[in-house]
């Protein structure tokens, strides 16, 4: 064919088992583009010849050099035909290779994809930080306190979540089957949740285009975005999240991206970008020029009521949440999208499904010139390169290698054959059944250590609403929904309080945050049902026994009255039960005072009146109302434990709410 | 023979100083002689006085008790205008910090906190006054955003136009008050930058104090831990009182909370009393509201202890007062 040369091609093209090269063709680089930015000419006759005819149908004189973009910019200077002297001066964006532009429904769809994937970023987002109660004007005093948005949205849509509960409870609970859309969509159009939708993934797509090492440039980039074996691992992963869940434990949740994003996010950026905001506000309001002032008061007034609260939040021991979102952002330096390849267990159960999609990837491997720019922007890692066979359940459907390449391999549509696709996981069967049995059998093994009916440490104060324990750990994916919500910062991810099998699933810490009496925010948010939606009569006892979370309990050696002959009883103040769950015992008691009348005199004893508090515990709700507010800072006077929860038949006080036999 | 020449020398001399003057600066200005720094209760009591001090005829009783009518609104405004009209206390321009109780997540039927319509009456009026601006907030103790919603008095004020201020931690700021037990405190910044404050606290039991109104009331303007004040808690409140001088106080009674105070809880805890209470003498406004819920004000502590410093009169009886 024409002026084309071996000297035109890459050096080891020929080798393997690739087809036949197929000359160059073509006078590529000087093309005009068909996309050339803010040019209203009509594309080339000839490119579209060359896409209509495909190659092979127009003679080139084009040399490699042409296609330098550096000499690009400056055309028509040395190469180039006569019919290269017709074309504009300056080209539009070079296009390695033949140059020739992917499809324009692919371009467009490439940028709608990142619309998309910025449009369901800032939804997170937004229902992330609306995942508090702030209130409103238009109310009325007697309306429920709800939130207005459905704010766990994202869980709900989650099919991995689905999958989880109903395996462990043989339920789907609810808004749960909104996952069946998602679930949907992956069997038309393959994983395009996780390219398109999934915030976590699109945060890791940022992080890896934002903030690549430079160990992830050029060729070092094309290695590391070719599958690998260890992609295999989210499906293990995943396998062994359903063989726990088979066996009652919904552990899987802890690898579930929205709920790592829900929990790194909510428990850890926001604190800690609210904590960074204000100490800045502090600093600048400490310079005393009332302009500033009002400047740092305004802005807080605005982010407390939009993206943070009122209050600075604080979560018990999330250190290791936040440092596990550090590692795998910092992972994207080395390995794009680390997250999603190697441990997403939620991308694997879409892998599991997107066997069966409609659309997917057809390769024309013969045009392949192993440019590798397909490679280089992959996301999936799922070999979309001319030789080898598409990986269908790892592609993203991201679409990136249609739209850069440029020749003509790749491409997406309905029905596509599929000779060159490998749909199934690449996973090896023995290894499958192992990873299922060892996520099945490490639940006794955890529960042996730390069983809900022994050992059960007094600590475990779970939420109002929150189903019994076994039944709980069945539900609870620890997507920190209910601890995000929580008014008075009261409920915290468990570090190991709830034994190994509990981590990151809510307790009550009353010390940094009490229930408040009427709020059920906690159990609205859930997605699984781990807390149920109770009303405000049912939790706060109108008309039927209150909903207990646990019983007050005295340190009278700590107590101010009881102790120190010192008034007090804060705690009867705040407790919110009517009648108060919490009595005091007016007392007249000795004291001594406090200094010498004379010198060298015993100091006098004196009378004081003190009120002594005392626990009803039928009436105790456990809210740690008490224990919040009890003056003594360090280890307070008053003290709530999980002991006489409602939920439980066994962890009860009082004989007469030993309720065997009645459900 | 040297290996650099002058230049290279001077320049590697003159970093060589810069570094030793910067430090050696540094260790000057930012010398830290170790030490306790305590800050010592000294001098003369914080006073916030917001009084009014050109009586408009003279005539004018101390306090007004209005009882003659079902209407909260109708109280309100019979009370102040029988203590010579909004006008007489808020002029034109200023900016008003009205501050009801809005401690507790409770509704108005449960009467823990102001009567909303009490509320809103007053913000009212301060507006008709003229006032430029009205401020209505509080420092709540339960949840404040849920006090605030389910009080019905951010849906109320907001509705006249007030500016009502959630709490949050930006907003306090660390004050010398000088009192016996309050000496240097985090109080809540809108209720006392403002021209004018008037204070409308709710009628109610309380178990630790027997009573709370007017004076009880500027615990909301505290922040911290204000659990500890429970210790002293008449001191605290007489405190409290010395340091906050309302412009007027207006005394819900409309429901009043007779046990489980301060919270209530139960509808049946609390009574409708249809009253509302203007004045200017907190002390006698509240000995007067305690007798309400069967209490003497002889024998509510902080009362005594406000008599005693002079903040007001216990003796309400013989104060000049009206009832209308």
């Known amino acids: 064919m024409g002026g084309s040369t071996p000297s035109e091609f890459e050096p080891g093209l020929n080798g393997g088992d690739f087809p036949a090269p197929i000359p160059w063709l073509g006078t590529v680089g000087q093309v005009q583009p068909l996309d050339a930015g803010g040019r209203k000419q009509p594309a080339s006759p000839r490119l579209i010849q060359i896409r209509r005819a495909g190659a092979g149908a127009v003679p080139t004189q084009a040399t490699r050099r042409a296609q330098n973009p550096t000499a690009a910019s400056a055309t028509l200077v040395n190469s180039g035909g006569p019919s290269a002297l017709t074309l504009p001066k300056k080209a539009g964006p070079k296009r390695p290779g033949s140059g020739i532009p992917a499809r324009k429904v692919i371009r467009v769809l490439v940028w709608v994809r990142r619309a998309s994937q910025v449009g369901f970023v800032s939804l997170f987002l937004f229902f992330l930080a609306h995942t508090a109660f702030r209130g409103t004007f238009t109310a009325t005093a007697g309306e429920p306190v709800r939130l207005p948005l459905p704010v766990e949205g994202f869980l709900l849509a989650d099919p991995f979540v689905a999958a989880m509960t109903l395996l462990s409870t043989h339920t789907v609970y609810r808004g749960l089957a909104w996952s069946l859309l998602v679930l949907v969509l992956t069997l038309v159009f393959g994983r395009v949740f996780c390219g398109w939708i999934c915030p976590f993934g699109t945060l890791h797509h940022f992080f890896g285009w934002i903030f690549p090492s430079r160990y992830l440039r050029g060729s070092k980039r094309v290695e590391s975005n070719k599958t690998h074996w260890w992609q295999a691992g989210k499906y293990y992963i995943m396998w062994a999240s359903l063989g726990a869940a088979v066996v009652g434990s919904a552990i899987g949740g802890l690898l579930d991206p929205i709920c790592v994003a829900v929990r790194t996010i909510g428990m850890g950026v926001i604190p800690a970008l609210q904590y960074f905001g204000v100490r800045s506000a502090t600093v600048i309001a400490s310079s005393n020029v009332r302009a500033l002032q009002n400047a740092t008061d305004s802005a807080q007034d605005v982010l407390s009521r939009t993206v943070w609260t009122a209050n600075q939040s604080y979560f018990h021991q999330t250190w290791l949440i936040v440092f596990f979102l550090a590692a795998v952002l910092f992972m994207n330096r080395f390995i794009p999208r680390f997250w999603c390849r190697a441990l997403c267990p939620l991308g694997a159960f879409l892998g599991l499904f997107s066997r069966f999609s409609l659309f997917g990837m057809e390769k024309d491997h013969a045009k392949c010139t192993d440019c590798n720019l397909c490679l280089v922007n992959c996301q999936g890692a799922d070999s979309p390169q001319g030789g080898v066979k598409h990986r269908q359940d790892e592609c993203h459907m991201c679409l990136n290698c249609e739209s850069a390449c440029p020749e003509d391999v790749i491409k997406f549509r309905f029905l596509p054959k599929r000779t060159s696709t490998i749909t199934k996981p690449d996973l090896q069967r023995r290894t499958l059944v192992a990873a299922t049995a060892a996520g099945a059998v490490c639940i006794p093994g955890m529960r042996i250590g730390n069983w809900p009916d022994k050992a059960y440490s007094e600590k475990v104060i779970r939420p109002p609403g929150a189903v019994e324990e076994r039944a709980f750990l069945e539900r609870c994916i620890r997507c920190a929904e209910c601890m995000k919500v929580c008014p008075n910062n009261a409920l915290h991810p468990a570090f190991f309080e709830a034994g190994i099998e509990g981590l990151w699933t809510p307790i009550l810490i009353p010390r940094i945050g009490y229930c408040e009496f009427s709020c059920v925010l906690c159990g609205q948010v859930c997605p699984t049902g781990a807390i149920q939606k109770i009303t405000e009569k049912q939790k706060m006892g109108i008309g039927q026994k209150p909903i207990s979370i646990g019983t007050a309990m005295y340190d009278q050696g700590r107590c101010l009255p009881w102790a120190m002959a010192t008034p007090c009883i804060v705690c009867e103040e705040f407790c919110p039960t009517s009648p108060k769950a919490i009595w005091p015992e007016a007392v007249e008691v000795p004291k001594r005072d406090s200094k010498y009348q004379k010198e060298g005199e015993q100091a006098a004893m004196l009378t004081v009146k003190v009120q002594r508090p005392h626990v009803d515990p039928a009436l105790c709700v456990g809210c740690g109302a008490c224990e919040k507010v009890c003056p003594i800072v360090d280890k307070p006077a008053v003290y709530v434990t999980n002991a006489g929860e409602t939920r439980s038949k066994t962890n009860v006080i009082l004989l007469e709410n030993t309720a065997y036999g009645q459900s | ?324």
Not at chain 2, 105 to 124: F, G, I, Q, S, Y
Not at chain 2, 151 to 165: D, E, K, M, P, T
Request: aromatic share 6%; proline share 4%.
């Open chain 2, 1 to 324: 023979m040297s290996d650099s020449t002058r230049r290279d020398a001077l320049k590697r001399l003159g970093a060589l100083g810069l570094v030793v003057g910067g430090a050696a600066a540094t260790a000057k200005f930012a010398y830290d002689p170790g030490g306790f720094g305590l800050a010592q209760a000294s001098g003369e009591r914080q006073v916030r006085d917001f009084r009014i001090h050109h009586p408009a005829s003279g005539s004018e009783p101390v306090f007004a008790i209005a009882k003659s009518s079902t209407n909260p609104a109708e109280l309100v405004q019979r009370a102040v205008d029988a203590m010579g009209g909004m006008k007489r206390f808020v002029s034109r321009g200023d900016v008003v910090a009205v501050k009801p109780n809005i401690g507790w997540d409770r509704m108005p039927v449960h009467a823990a906190n102001t009567n909303p319509l009490v509320v809103a009456e007053v913000v009212k009026l301060c507006f008709d006054a003229g006032a430029k601006e009205v401020i209505v907030t509080d420092a709540s103790c339960n949840e404040a955003n849920r006090c605030f919603q389910r009080s019905g008095i951010w849906r109320a004020a907001y509705a006249l136009g007030a500016n009502v201020i959630l709490p949050s931690a930006h907003r306090f700021r660390d004050l010398r008050m000088k009192g016996e037990v309050l000496d240097q405190w985090p109080v809540y910044l809108p209720l006392v930058n403002a021209d004018k404050v008037i204070n409308v606290p709710v009628a109610k039991h309380h178990n630790l104090s027997k009573f709370t109104g007017g004076m009880k009331n500027w615990y909301g303007i505290l922040g911290g831990r204000r659990n500890r004040l429970h210790q002293n808690i008449d001191v605290s409140i007489a405190d409290l009182a010395t340091f906050m001088r309302p412009t007027l106080t207006v005394l819900d009674a409309t429901r009043v909370l007779l046990r489980n105070g301060p919270q209530g809880g139960n509808i049946d805890d609390a009574k409708d009393m249809h009253q509302v209470v203007a004045g200017l003498d907190q002390v006698a406004i509240d000995s007067y509201g305690c007798t309400l819920i069967g209490e003497k004000a002889t024998n509510v502590r902080y009362l005594k202890l406000g008599h005693e410093r002079g903040i007001g009169s216990m003796f309400w009886e013989q104060l000049p007062h009206v009832e209308v």
